[in-house]
């Protein structure tokens, strides 16, 4: 096994230029699954993830037909006694808005210095190309010393629509001894980083409505409830001095932090002067009592992420608007419920919403938050392999952000998640010129070809 390590880093290593070749071309696919427009793309980037497969050797490859984009799946068995890894990844990328900020086309896959410019570089294409190139390198050095499935879907950045309803029809399908979702990334360059918490999602639109049609702001000022000032009275009151969300019964289930993990996470690098830099503030802002690596991960939040009403050109026009929007989300920690969130908002508008105005609410996303064990074989396996590639135990933290198919692997397949990628704080993703550093993306190959050959030599 010795040899095979070193031959399948050997092939790696000398193998970076075609590994780079085959990155950028799943990048120049704009796979956006937010726009019905580029479904002809979201299939092309599909058939190209099945021809990789195919290319691998995979025993079964197989396009699975949703009502919008298609899951990719492939697998390779037979190692009797070894573990089956099952790896989840997704082809879909964010839309590209605003066009006008990218220095380079953001489907014209760009190397600049150690960076590779694209959407989708960071998010995750990058991540899943690592994977396929790890498989690579030991394929191609004497085989894999494991069980291994795929499981790659294009609805991710809408919320996974259909993924679901289709691996709780899949189970014997997608059976393994547990999962690797590299949908995630490292705190720098270097500190490798697992995550083993993922926050949950609770997304709603709220509409306010008042006069029947916009009104001038002279003839009416003074007498009509602006919608726009009661919705920014609502939202306002959604939090306290202490930067606590006011719903009630928000904090009911809210999960605390146990010792253990309270000291796991202040060993992170990232205090009050990382957030100000990547954020470009002047001061952080968030609830009291807990430090802002805490409030990123292990607290629930409540934020606005659109706001609409009124004129918004050029210029000026004097109107009462018929009506205010605003996108709402929370973020939600372990033993929350998004349903609960829900009649929670609700509960909190019937009793503050002024009367002369009517709301709507609609439920746009919902998922809950997922804890992973820290202990398994699994994490133990990806641990050693950090510490071998980056010369220092990984960093363990918890993420904001919401992965839905971590907790629905949990529950439906009964299954923990391997969190593992190697994008960067500073990468724009969901943003213009969103990059990947392309020395860290070769480390993390390495990383997987020794996370699958300590797999091995854990049996």
Same mark, same amino acid.
């Given at each position: 096994m010795v040899d095979q390590r070193e031959n399948a880093l050997r092939y790696a290593s000398s193998n970076k230029e075609n590994f780079l070749r085959t990155y950028q071309e799943i990048l120049l696919i704009p796979s956006i699954s937010t726009d019905k427009l580029h479904l002809p793309d979201i299939q092309r980037a599909a058939e190209w993830l099945a021809k990789q497969l195919h290319a691998l050797g995979m025993q079964k490859v197989q396009l699975f037909p949703t009502s919008q984009s298609p899951i990719v799946y492939g697998e390779m068995l037979g190692m009797s006694g070894a573990p089956t890894v099952l790896i989840y990844g997704h082809y879909d990328v964010q839309p590209v808005d605003p066009l006008e900020l990218w220095q380079t086309g953001p489907f014209e896959p760009t190397v600049v210095g150690e960076d590779i410019y694209a959407r989708g570089a960071s998010d995750m294409k990058g991540q899943a190309v690592i994977t396929l190139k790890a498989v690579e390198s030991l394929l191609q050095t004497g085989g894999l010393p494991v069980n291994i499935k795929w499981l790659f879907e294009g609805e991710e950045e809408v919320g996974s629509p259909n993924l679901e309803a289709f691996i709780a029809a899949h189970t014997d399908l997608l059976a393994c001894d547990f999962a690797v979702n590299p949908d995630s990334g490292m705190i720098g360059k270097e500190y490798p980083t697992i995550t083993y918490g993922? /926050?949950?999602?609770?997304? =709603?639109?709220? &509409? +306010? $409505?008042?006069?029947?049609? #916009?009104? $001038?702001?002279?003839?009416? @000022?003074?007498?009509?409830?602006?919608p726009a000032n009661a919705l920014a009275e609502l939202i306002a009151g959604m939090h306290d001095d202490n930067g606590r969300v006011t719903? !009630?019964?928000? %904090?009911? /289930?809210?999960?605390?932090?146990? *010792?253990?993990? $309270?000291?796991?996470?202040?060993?992170? !690098?990232? #205090?009050? &002067? $990382? =957030?100000?830099? *990547?954020?470009?503030?002047?001061?952080? %802002? @968030?609830?009291?009592?807990?430090?802002?690596?805490?409030?990123?991960?292990? &607290?629930?939040?409540?934020?606005?992420?659109?706001?609409?009403?009124g004129f918004t050109g050029e210029?000026?026009?004097? +109107?009462?608007?018929?009506?205010?929007?605003?996108?709402?989300?929370?973020?939600?920690? !372990?033993? *929350? #419920?998004? &349903?609960? +969130?829900? *009649?929670q908002l609700i509960q909190y508008l019937e009793e503050h919403a002024p009367k002369d105005i009517h709301w709507e609410l609609k439920t746009l996303a919902g998922n809950p938050a997922s804890i992973s064990q820290r202990k398994t074989p699994g994490v133990r396996a990806m641990a050693k392999a950090l510490e071998t590639v980056w010369g220092r135990q990984p960093y363990f933290k918890r993420e904001g952000g919401s992965i839905p198919v971590v907790g629905d692997m949990q529950r439906l397949l009964g299954v923990e998640s391997v969190i593992c990628g190697f994008g960067l704080p500073d990468d724009n993703v969901h943003a213009p010129n969103e990059k990947q550093n392309l020395p860290t993306w070769y480390r993390g190959i390495e990383a997987y070809i020794h996370f699958f050959l300590n797999l091995s030599n854990g049996r």
């Open positions: 993922l /926050r949950g999602l609770a997304y =709603f639109e709220l &509409r +306010v $409505h008042g006069p029947a049609h #916009d009104l $001038h702001s002279g003839g009416y @000022g003074g007498v009509v409830h602006n719903l !009630p019964g928000f %904090y009911d /289930r809210v999960r605390e932090l146990s *010792q253990e993990e $309270h000291a796991e996470l202040s060993r992170l !690098p990232i #205090d009050e &002067r $990382h =957030f100000l830099e *990547q954020t470009g503030v002047s001061h952080l %802002y @968030g609830e009291s009592g807990f430090t802002p690596i805490e409030r990123t991960g292990a &607290r629930p939040t409540l934020d606005v992420n659109g706001l609409l009403s210029g000026s026009k004097t +109107v009462i608007p018929a009506w205010a929007m605003a996108k709402l989300s929370m973020r939600l920690v !372990p033993d *929350q #419920d998004h &349903r609960e +969130v829900h *009649q």
